[in-house]
């Protein structure tokens, strides 16, 4: 979610500017779980002021605006703004606008144009009317991280080298923006964070960096992660899909991909928002596959 612009909004320019914004939590079926996002199906007349206005309005760590539509070839132009700044893409955000669209005009495949390059999402309605949507990322990459990324980024955190996993080395990984990946050595460590908010800010825009991706490997397969968002005006996110789709380019960079190709990951648990993540590598493809669930909730 790295930034693209950023603009003050006014009094003018409000929620009210719109008919109607959507509310939903990605990345789970509960209402009380997952990483909420803002949608607008209809923004089209909307200018960049206005959508940040809106999006620092509801609050979220982003919310997703539909500037064009065709229905008949079920294409879409989106963009994400945080309470801050636009950025280029969201995954959680891309899964909550997904959702929303197949509960109107049916589930299948969508096309996304994103300020980060074209995203397409299958989504399927379950047994119980639930709609689980699975987006392909953009080519994913990895390379390691400098020793001055890390030492200051973990001197923000207060965390020492010897917290971390020394099996899996910290990376700058990108899905759509740059997350710095940094692997604690335990669970507790992932539990205990505490960071300098302003410090770690100046860190990750000085990179460019839109989330610090923390995780704890429980298993080759399965994952916790926690992602602090301070560049977008928020502590931390329950569920990061492009984090996600970085981790599992990540992975597949130090060839730690499982042989089925496929990473759960479970976020915001720490946060009392529990979110699951389903990543998958297909073959000689450097894209991920995220999937997950999104669900309606109150504003």
Same mark, same amino acid.
């Given at each position: 979610?790295?930034?693209?612009?950023?603009?003050?909004?006014?009094?003018?320019?409000?929620?009210?500017?719109?008919?109607?914004?959507?509310?939903?939590? %990605? +990345?789970?079926?509960?209402?009380?779980?997952?990483?909420? *996002? @803002?949608?607008?199906?209809?923004? $089209?007349? !909307? #200018?960049?002021?206005?959508?940040?206005?809106?999006?620092?309005?509801?609050?979220?760590?982003?919310?997703?605006?539909?500037?064009?539509?065709?229905?008949?070839?079920?294409?879409?132009?989106?963009?994400?703004?945080?309470?801050?700044?636009?950025?280029?893409?969201?995954?959680?955000?891309?899964?909550?606008?997904?959702?929303?669209?197949?509960?109107?005009?049916?589930?299948?495949?969508?096309?996304?144009?994103?300020?980060?390059?074209?995203?397409?999402?299958?989504?399927?309605?379950?047994?119980?009317?639930?709609?689980?949507?699975?987006?392909?990322?953009?080519?994913?990459?990895?390379?390691?991280?400098?020793?001055?990324?890390?030492?200051?980024?973990?001197?923000?955190?207060?965390?020492?080298?010897?917290?971390?996993?020394?099996?899996?080395?910290?990376?700058? %990984? +990108?899905?759509?923006?740059?997350?710095?990946?940094?692997? *604690? @050595?335990?669970?507790?460590?992932? $539990?205990? !964070? #505490?960071?300098?908010?302003?410090?770690?800010?100046?860190?990750?825009?000085?990179?460019?960096?839109?989330?610090?991706?923390?995780?704890?490997?429980?298993?080759?397969?399965?994952?916790?992660?926690?992602?602090?968002?301070?560049?977008?005006?928020?502590?931390?996110?329950?569920?990061?899909?492009?984090?996600?789709?970085?981790?599992?380019?990540?992975?597949?960079?130090?060839?730690?991909?499982?042989?089925?190709?496929?990473?759960?990951?479970?976020?915001?648990?720490?946060?009392?928002?529990?979110?699951?993540?389903?990543?998958?590598?297909?073959?000689?493809?450097?894209?991920?596959?995220?999937?997950?669930?999104?669900?309606?909730?109150?504003?």
């Amino acid at each position: 979610m790295t930034s693209t612009a950023g603009t003050t909004p006014t009094a003018a320019t409000t929620a009210s500017a719109v008919t109607d914004v959507l509310r939903y939590t %990605a +990345f789970t079926s509960d209402p009380d779980g997952g990483n909420p *996002a @803002g949608v607008v199906l209809d923004a $089209a007349r !909307l #200018d960049e002021q206005q959508m940040l206005a809106i999006a620092a309005e509801v609050g979220y760590s982003e919310t997703a605006f539909v500037t064009a539509r065709d229905e008949q070839q079920r294409r879409f132009t989106l963009r994400y703004f945080s309470p801050l700044a636009e950025v280029a893409f969201c995954g959680h955000a891309t899964v909550a606008v997904s959702v929303a669209l197949a509960e109107r005009i049916g589930p299948g495949e969508l096309v996304f144009d994103t300020p980060a390059g074209e995203i397409s999402v299958a989504t399927v309605a379950d047994g119980h009317g639930a709609v689980r949507a699975t987006l392909t990322s953009v080519p994913t990459r990895s390379r390691p991280a400098q020793d001055a990324e890390v030492d200051a980024t973990l001197a923000a955190l207060g965390w020492a080298r010897a917290d971390l996993d020394a099996t899996l080395p910290p990376h700058v %990984a +990108f899905g759509g923006n740059d997350h710095l990946v940094l692997a *604690a @050595g335990s669970r507790a460590r992932l $539990a205990d !964070l #505490d960071y300098d908010f302003e410090t770690l800010t100046g860190i990750m825009r000085q990179y460019g960096w839109t989330t610090v991706h923390l995780v704890w490997r429980e298993s080759d397969d399965r994952y916790h992660a926690r992602d602090p968002f301070p560049v977008g005006g928020v502590v931390e996110d329950p569920a990061t899909g492009a984090a996600a789709a970085a981790f599992g380019g990540y992975l597949r960079t130090l060839g730690l991909l499982p042989a089925a190709g496929v990473v759960a990951i479970r976020q915001g648990e720490d946060m009392g928002r529990p979110s699951d993540l389903l990543v998958e590598a297909g073959p000689d493809d450097a894209r991920m596959r995220v999937t997950g669930h999104a669900v309606p909730i109150a504003g």
